[in-house]
């Protein structure tokens, strides 16, 4: 799949993490390759947000390696390996409340690993007019749906090769969502590789080139979106829809 | 609108400040001297507690070695020049660095414990040393002197010179504070206190933010101990002690002022001194009355007795029909 000469931005072998005694992911691979858009699904409980903190160092996996752009980052420390490129938007929407949105913004503002400078408070400000007309608010002073943009416009003042989403658009009214979903049809065609964990598996489909699906800790399923759209018994028996 | 307000007070603030020498009395000026010099330990403070949410309670170790530095350079010196003994504040520095490159992998109740231990090491360290006094500490008795060649432009001596000297250093203290917490990394640590979680699934190491924050306080709290040392010719062990003089009393005047902005601790410098100079005169049991200011302001104004006056005026704003809600109105702006 992989021509040899591309290196992936993120490649990860044989994960095995554990909380405590309980075994969460059973020797899970994937790797992704440079303005890929991979989608990772499954039911709650599944492993989906252990595997994206397996893979940031936040719960380093007891047996497998992570590498970053080829390099072994297994068992580094989290802001090591996030530093190589990669931004995180977590599932609580991680927004400072004691900084104004102006601040939490500048506050991650950082060139990409390449030294690439694509996006700047500007260019945020303009994706997101919401946020522009609130940047002296504090981010506490902010609805859900903005909140989970600043977190997506912070991690994109990083100037990353990988953006992962955990869970972007849960709890948000269906407009909001629209427009979350529509940065990520930009932020994916400005070449950014994004891997997405989300439970709308419609706008996952339209957007995703590839899907994984998790099921106790293992993948079950990986395969195109033309592929995964036309095999509905698959979501049924993994995604119980 | 708080920003205004706070634009039009510090100014008016500092310029009472700098005319009360020619008014008020030399006990004044040497009592507003030491409310300077603890303005600055308490600001040096706030910047853990209130910005990067580090709890310390060995923060007057850094206070007391400040104050024992020049206090053993020139104990038998006959003229102490201030471009000696100035860098020796320096010694805190050092000391904070080792503390606190311990101490902050560590956190919560763990930070404050082991920063309490080093801060009673100290204090038992120079408690039962004979070489460095004991319990009487060491006394000076000469004030620092700026000298070039023969010629004396800054003489400490002199009680309003001091006075002057004391204000410079917290002004400098103040701004430079405030351009360090309106950098990037100001709002790293700002946010470290939010959560430290996120600030390193950002990218950026934790450790290594709360460390320099650490050194900068403690640098800080050196320079309040030198000039403390300094100013009153006398240093002694309790300058470190928890309790008496040390890490409590700061606790109380960065509360009372209020946490998290930099002028609330100089305002709560001038509370706590203020207090303790004038409720011993109504009762004997004058600390009873102080601990209940501390909690009822603790309990009531939980961000400090400045928060008062942008409240005041909101307040009198509301009553005009086109003024927004006072909710939107105060926002206790973060970046000093």
């Known amino acids: 799949m992989t021509r040899p000469a591309e290196v992936p931005i993120l490649e990860a072998e044989e994960l095995h993490t554990y909380y405590g005694a309980s075994h969460i992911l059973h020797g899970i691979s994937l790797s992704i390759r440079t303005g890929e858009t991979l989608s990772l699904m499954g039911r709650n409980g599944m492993g989906k947000t252990t595997l994206l903190r397996s893979l940031l160092g936040l719960t380093p996996p007891r047996r497998g390696t992570v590498k970053v752009h080829g390099r072994d980052m297994t068992g ?17 929407r991680g927004i400072f409340p004691n900084l104004t949105v102006r601040e939490n913004l500048v506050m991650a503002a950082r060139p990409g690993p390449t030294g690439r400078r694509d996006w700047d408070l500007t260019r945020i400000l303009d994706t997101f007019p919401r946020l522009a007309e609130r940047t002296s608010n504090m981010g506490n002073h902010l609805s859900g749906g903005e909140q989970q943009m600043l977190t997506v416009g912070r991690a994109l003042m990083t100037n990353p090769d990988l953006l992962i989403l955990d869970e972007a658009t849960e709890g948000l009214a269906p407009l909001i969502r629209k427009e979350i979903w529509s940065v990520v049809r930009t932020i994916k065609q400005s070449g950014i590789a994004v891997v997405i964990v989300d439970k709308d598996i419609k706008s996952l489909l339209k957007l995703a080139d590839r899907n994984i699906i998790i099921s106790k800790g293992r993948i079950v399923y990986e395969g195109d979106s ?9 979501h049924t028996r993994y995604l119980g829809v | 609108m708080a920003v205004t307000t706070r634009s039009l007070t510090l100014p008016a603030a500092l310029l009472i400040l700098v005319l009360f020498p020619l008014f008020g009395s030399s006990f004044y000026v040497g009592l507003l001297t030491r409310i300077l010099i603890l303005a600055i330990f308490a600001m040096s403070l706030d910047l ?20 024992y530095a020049l206090a053993i350079a020139f104990q038998d010196a006959t003229t102490i020049h201030l471009w000696q003994a100035l860098p020796l504040s320096l010694a805190a520095a050092l000391a904070a660095l080792v503390v606190g490159w311990i101490s902050i992998r560590t956190s919560g109740i763990y930070f404050i414990m082991i920063t309490l231990a080093f801060g009673q090491m100290f204090f038992y ?5 004979p070489r460095y006094g004991g319990d009487d500490g060491i006394f000076l008795f000469f004030k620092p002197v700026l000298m070039i060649g023969t010629e004396s432009i800054l003489n400490l001596e002199n ?24 950098a990037p990394f100001g709002k790293v640590i700002t946010a470290i206190k939010a959560n430290e979680h996120r600030v390193r699934a950002l990218g950026y190491s934790i450790n290594r933010y709360k460390l320099v924050s650490f050194v900068i306080a403690g640098t800080l709290a050196g320079l309040a101990g030198f000039l403390e040392g300094a100013h009153s010719g006398y240093v002694n062990p309790s300058y470190m002690s928890w309790h008496s003089s040390g890490i409590a009393i700061a606790i109380a005047i960065v509360v009372l ?9 100089i305002v709560g410098a001038f509370i706590v001194v203020l207090l303790q100079d004038f409720l011993p005169s109504l009762t004997e049991h004058w600390q009873l009355l102080f601990g209940g200011i501390v909690i009822s302001v603790a309990l009531f104004l939980p961000r400090g007795a400045t928060s008062l006056l942008p409240r005041i005026l909101s307040r009198r704003q509301t009553t005009r029909p086109d003024s927004p809600p006072p909710e939107d109105g105060p926002r206790e702006p973060a970046d000093g």
């Open chain 2, 257 to 265: 002022g209020g946490m998290g902005t930099l002028y609330g601790p």
């Open chain 2, 159 to 182: 009680e309003n010179t001091f006075y002057y000297f004391a204000l410079g250093c917290l002004v400098t203290g103040y701004l430079l504070l405030a351009m360090i917490l309106r």
């Open chain 1, 226 to 234: 033309a592929d995964l759209a036309a095999k509905p018994e698959i």
């Open chain 1, 76 to 92: 580094a420390p989290p802001q090591k390996i996030v530093r190589r490129g990669i931004a995180f938007v977590p599932e609580d």
């Open chain 2, 48 to 67: 853990l507690i209130g910005y990067t949410g580090l709890v310390s309670f060995g923060h007057a170790a850094f206070f007391g070695i400040g104050g």
């Open chain 2, 125 to 129: 360290y120079f408690f039962e040393s």
